[in-house]
């Protein structure tokens, strides 16, 4: 590859028209809405393919929470309305199927409104939530759409501002503007922000609140913010400033009994769709309805615990339904009622019972290789979420034997298996053809890795939690010392065998320089394109650069 000679760099971006009057400027290279679709993040919203299926309450349940915030997000005319409302809840209560819920309501009224659903899985960028909800505002006003485009084509760093500059240079300055002319939003449009307590960084989390509510006291700013989060003490000190509180309208979702009966809907459905998928010879109405009372008083009002169970159960792979129950049931006390659970120390003791029988069942064959899968996974959590093919080569294990212990926790992750891609030379050729494109390397390796075989996420942030502390776990705490050794010995092995076989580039690098695989391939899961491989290479190079600074 060669350089361009400078003069040509120079005039790259720049068209010069001659009609004798004056010189037009027009940028070359991709429309500005299009370098503001660089930045979001699309799997974090509501209807994204990599949340399918998502959360959303069962119908007949949460009705008085996902009324409360919708009557909030449609009253237009209320001149009472606060700007800002903060649904608090712990862990398991099922805030992220109400904002689901929610989501999916305004959808079916026609009603504008933009989403964003923080999670570990991959969809907890901070720098990424301001342009999410700026791209999703484009495609909902025209007007604000072309005033975004030509803003961002006359300076395309805009996306990359730091968070103050991009809510009010990609949001509240365009629609201030358009407002004062008349061509705003005739209608407030609410935005819903789920799992805040996710994004990565506390501060950000609070800069985000703190940004919103200033905002907030705009009168012509048209939008309202709906957050939904565990009650986390930096967010919840935030939202407890007077001049934070004074525009916010508080919902707190308990764990209480009173959603007894919503779960047992919920059981009683989970079941019967069981029944009729594995066709294991049950009876309609399996199991009894005072086995699904006992589930429901186990469970403390906690959706994520039912979930859990059924899915536990419907896992018909490994085991028999009725055989998973059976273990379930041997976990429960029989004389358990809603009376006696009142005294426990933790509303977490049943889910926490749950988890261990869950990995009480991994054949001992896979137990070294799934606890060091959990020992990455809690090391740095953003990591929860990458590629299939990322984590059988991090792991040293085949593709086949990944999907296998996938399977064997199907109660608590997901394996999506997307269609491995053979044309790489397209996938590269889309990233790189604009003139932005070099600026565009960083998500190059990510975008191949995913193009060669799916990814693995969990399904509630609970499982980690569950892991990462030792009074909870115990001898599955995937953060003892002892697993950090193990970690460390694994990825220093994983570092020599890979530097023996990899032939880098030397100190007079230039663009005609690559790496090379010296003979066969060091990934126990290669693809058959070697560009392919070595950007694989390249991304567990940087994971085990990262997971060494984490584990110090």
């Not at 490994?318 to 055989?323: E, I």
């Not at 890795?449 to 609970?462: E, L, N, Q, R």
């Given at each position: 590859?060669?350089f361009?000679?400078?003069s040509?760099i120079f005039?790259?971006?720049?068209?010069?028209?001659?009609?004798?009057?004056?010189t037009?400027?027009?940028?070359?290279?991709p429309s500005?809405?299009e370098v503001?679709?660089?930045a979001?993040?699309?799997?974090?919203?509501?209807?994204?393919?990599?949340?399918?299926p998502?959360?959303?309450?069962?119908?007949?349940?949460?009705?008085?929470?996902?009324e409360?915030?919708?009557q909030?997000a449609?009253s237009?005319?209320n001149?009472?309305?606060?700007?800002?409302?903060w649904?608090?809840g712990?862990?398991?209560?099922g805030?992220?199927?109400?904002?689901?819920?929610?989501?999916?309501?305004l959808k079916?009224?026609?009603k504008?409104?933009a989403?964003?659903?923080?999670?570990?899985k991959?969809?907890?960028?901070?720098k990424?939530?301001?342009?999410?909800?700026?791209?999703?505002?484009?495609?909902i006003?025209?007007?604000?759409?072309?005033m975004l485009?030509k803003?961002?084509?006359t300076d395309?760093?805009?996306?990359?501002?730091?968070?103050?500059?991009?809510l009010?240079?990609?949001?509240?300055e365009p629609?201030?503007?358009?407002h004062?002319?008349?061509k705003g939003?005739t209608?407030?449009?609410p935005?819903?922000?789920?799992?805040?307590?996710?994004c990565?960084?506390?501060?950000?989390q609070?800069?985000i609140i703190n940004?919103?509510?200033?905002?907030s006291?705009?009168?012509?700013?048209?939008?309202?913010?709906?957050?939904?989060s565990r009650?986390?003490?930096h967010i919840e000190?935030?939202?407890?400033r007077?001049?934070?509180?004074?525009?916010?309208?508080r919902?707190?979702?308990p764990?209480?009994h009173?959603a007894?009966?919503?779960?047992?809907l919920f059981?009683?459905?989970g079941?019967?769709?069981i029944v009729?998928?594995?066709?294991a010879?049950?009876?309609?109405q399996?199991?009894?309805?005072?086995?699904?009372?006992?589930i429901?008083?186990?469970?403390?009002g906690?959706?994520i615990y039912?979930?859990?169970?059924?899915?536990?159960?419907?896992?018909s792979e490994?085991?028999?339904?009725?055989?998973a129950?059976?273990?379930?049931?041997e976990?429960?006390?029989?004389?358990?009622?809603p009376?006696t659970?009142a005294?426990r120390k933790?509303?977490l003791?049943e889910?926490?019972?749950?988890?261990?029988?869950?990995l009480?069942?991994?054949?001992?064959?896979m137990?070294?290789?799934t606890s060091?899968?959990?020992?990455?996974?809690c090391?740095?959590?953003t990591n929860?979420?990458l590629s299939?093919?990322m984590?059988?080569n991090?792991?040293?294990v085949?593709?086949?034997?990944?999907?296998?212990?996938?399977n064997?926790?199907?109660?608590?992750?997901?394996?999506?298996q997307?269609?491995i891609?053979?044309d790489?030379?397209?996938?590269v050729?889309?990233?790189?053809s604009?003139?932005?494109?070099?600026n565009q390397?960083p998500?190059?390796?990510?975008t191949i890795?995913?193009?060669?075989?799916?990814?693995?996420?969990?399904?509630?942030?609970?499982f980690?939690d569950f892991?990462?502390?030792?009074s909870?776990?115990?001898e599955f705490?995937?953060?003892?010392p002892?697993?950090?050794e193990?970690l460390f010995?694994?990825?220093?092995q994983l570092w020599?065998?890979y530097?023996s076989?990899?032939?880098?580039?030397?100190?007079?690098w230039?663009f005609?320089s690559?790496?090379?695989?010296l003979?066969?391939?060091?990934l126990?899961?290669?693809?058959?394109?070697?560009?392919?491989?070595l950007?694989?290479?390249?991304?567990?190079?940087?994971?085990?650069?990262?997971t060494s600074?984490?584990?110090?």
């Open positions: 590859m060669s361009s000679p400078a040509e005039f790259k971006d720049v068209v010069f028209i001659d009609n004798s009057i004056e037009v400027h027009v940028p070359s290279g500005g809405v503001l679709l660089t979001p993040t699309p799997d974090a919203t509501y209807d994204s393919s990599a949340r399918d998502p959360p959303r309450c069962f119908p007949g349940t949460r009705e008085q929470y996902v409360e915030i919708t909030w449609i237009d005319g001149e009472a309305l606060l700007p800002v409302l649904m608090k712990p862990a398991g209560v805030k992220s199927a109400v904002a689901q819920t929610c989501a999916e309501w079916d009224k026609n504008p409104f989403a964003f659903f923080f999670s570990i991959g969809q907890n960028d901070p990424r939530f301001f342009p999410s909800i700026a791209y999703q505002l484009c495609t006003l025209p007007e604000y759409h072309a485009d803003m961002i084509r395309r760093t805009l996306v990359n501002k730091s968070a103050r500059y991009q009010q240079n990609l949001i509240i629609l201030r503007q358009l004062k002319s008349g939003f209608q407030g449009v935005v819903l922000i789920d799992g805040l307590d996710e990565d960084g506390t501060e950000a609070r800069t940004l919103v509510a200033k905002a006291q705009e009168d012509s700013s048209q939008l309202c913010w709906a957050f939904l009650p986390e003490p000190s935030m939202f407890s007077p001049e934070i509180t004074e525009l916010t309208h919902i707190f979702l764990i209480s009173e007894d009966k919503e779960i047992a059981l009683r459905s079941f019967r769709e009729e998928r594995t066709n010879g049950l009876e309609p399996w199991p009894s309805d005072k086995i699904v009372e006992s429901v008083h186990a469970a403390w906690l959706f039912a979930a859990a169970v059924l899915r536990f159960i419907g896992n490994w085991h028999s339904p009725a055989d129950l059976s273990a379930v049931l976990l429960i006390d029989p004389t358990s009622t009376q659970n005294s933790s509303p003791a889910l926490d019972a749950l988890y261990k029988v869950i009480l069942c991994i054949p001992a064959q137990a070294s290789d060091l899968f959990f020992s990455l996974c090391l740095t959590p929860s979420h299939a093919v984590w059988s991090m792991l040293r085949s593709r086949i034997r990944l999907k296998a212990m996938c064997q926790l199907g109660a608590v992750l997901y394996l999506r997307e269609r891609s053979d790489i030379s397209t996938i050729g889309e990233h790189l604009d003139d932005d494109g070099f390397l998500d190059l390796n990510t890795c995913y193009a060669t075989g799916g990814s693995i996420s969990f399904y509630h942030k609970s980690i892991l990462m502390e030792p909870r776990s115990g705490c995937a953060t003892s002892a697993m950090y193990t010995k694994h990825t220093t020599l065998d530097d076989q990899i032939s880098l580039p030397g100190p007079e230039d005609s690559t790496p090379q695989i003979g066969r391939s060091p126990s899961d290669p693809h058959p394109s070697e560009f392919v491989n950007a694989i290479i390249g991304n567990i190079y940087d994971w085990i650069h990262i600074i984490e584990a110090m």
